[in-house]
């Protein structure tokens, strides 16, 4: 085996947007500004190890340290798409050894945790090598990663992060994420996220694909502009802990994406019977007990149910009574809003 030359490893999680990006332009760039929650338990962990390199680059991938050559190929286009900015990387051999802490055919998107993990283990890389500090190291990775998923550039940030020009968020950019710095009532630091997996396995069409038929959708530019006009309440909403108005903001937002989804040319449907019937179950909660549960979706069928924290012990009962029959083999995932990525012991 080739002596190691250079190894740096992190951990990066996943989000949920509450403010959907769907539909982009040029490499990567939002056709509206989005803002999600950096979640904690659903993870990536990666190590990238820089080998000595003679010849055609070669890209090893490991997965829970099983060999995945059908990852090579995502990964080598993101490494060719940086390579402009961090001169060293076609100078090495790759070896790189990924987990996630949710199982892989959870129907969890891993890219915006596994890009964003990449991207920072490549600045680490770049500081390692060029013995220089990188000035702004989490605001470049979210730029790096944002290349790689557009979604991943929030991950390199923890609590609420925005992505996209806006006004009404401070040096909110196209280019990468912005931790959210505006005023944030209590209730949103700890909020919880329950992802109930309705369907496990790969999704029939990809977030690509989706992105793609924005072009030229007929409620494109309508779309666009309520996304911004969303943005605008959510960060009031942020403020007031007004939460009423963040269940009809939130809940819309992933009704919205999905109607979207069904009236693009093709149309398609991600939604499975039971992610309606969890729906029905969450808004009839809601109203007989009074407490503020919401759902949102990714591009998918499982459901992230949404609540403060001060109702765990109460919702995580009503989860495993009256939900997780509605979920493929029972099973969720309890996670909550977190700190964002953090650096791995290199061994
Ligand atoms: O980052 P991508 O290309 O996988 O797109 C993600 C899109 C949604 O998850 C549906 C919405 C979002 O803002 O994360």
Redesign the pocket.
């Known amino acids: 085996m080739s002596e190691v030359l250079f190894r740096a490893a992190w951990a990066s999680p996943s ?3 509450l403010v ?3 539909g982009k332009y040029g490499v990567q760039l939002p056709s509206n500004p ?1 803002i ?1 929650f950096t979640l904690s338990e659903c993870r990536t962990e990666s190590r990238l190890e820089l080998l000595p390199k003679s010849g055609e680059q070669q890209i090893e991938v490991y997965l829970d340290g099983e060999k995945k050559d059908s990852f090579v190929p995502k990964i080598a286009k993101f490494i060719q798409r940086i390579a402009p900015e961090l001169d060293w990387l076609n100078e090495f051999n790759f070896r790189l050894h990924t987990r996630n802490t949710f199982p892989h055919s959870s129907g969890i ?1 891993s ?2 945790s596994g890009m964003s993990a990449l991207a920072l283990i490549c600045c680490d890389l770049h500081e390692q090598i060029s013995g220089e500090r990188i000035s702004d190291f989490y605001r470049k990775a979210s730029h790096l990663a944002r290349l790689g ?4 550039c929030r991950s390199v940030y923890g609590g609420l992060v925005s992505w996209g020009e806006h006004a009404a968020i401070e040096g909110s950019s196209q280019d990468f994420g912005t931790p959210f710095s505006g005023k944030l009532h209590p209730v949103f630091k700890d909020f919880q996220d329950c992802i109930l997996l309705v369907h496990q396995g790969e999704k029939s069409v990809s ?2 694909v ?2 793609d038929l924005m072009n030229g959708h007929p409620f494109a530019e309508k779309r666009f502009e309520l996304a911004g006009q969303n943005l605008a309440s959510l960060v009031r909403i942020l403020e007031s802990g007004d939460l009423d108005a963040f269940i009809q903001l939130v809940e819309s937002e992933a009704l919205m ?1 999905h109607g979207l989804m069904m009236s693009s040319v093709p149309y398609f449907i991600l939604m499975k019977p039971n992610t309606l019937k969890i729906i029905e179950k969450i808004w009839d909660y809601r109203k007989q007990n009074g407490v503020p549960v919401l759902f949102t979706l ?2 998918g069928a499982n459901v992230h149910l949404l609540y403060p924290a001060e109702f765990k012990a109460k919702v995580e009962k009503w989860i495993d009574s009256d939900l997780s029959s509605l979920c493929e083999n029972k099973a969720y995932i309890c996670d909550h809003v977190g700190q964002g990525p953090y650096r791995l012991n290199n061994d």
């Open positions: 989000n949920i947007a959907k990006y769907w989005s999600s998107a890219s915006a998923s557009g979604s991943a977030s690509t989706g992105h994406l990714d591009a």
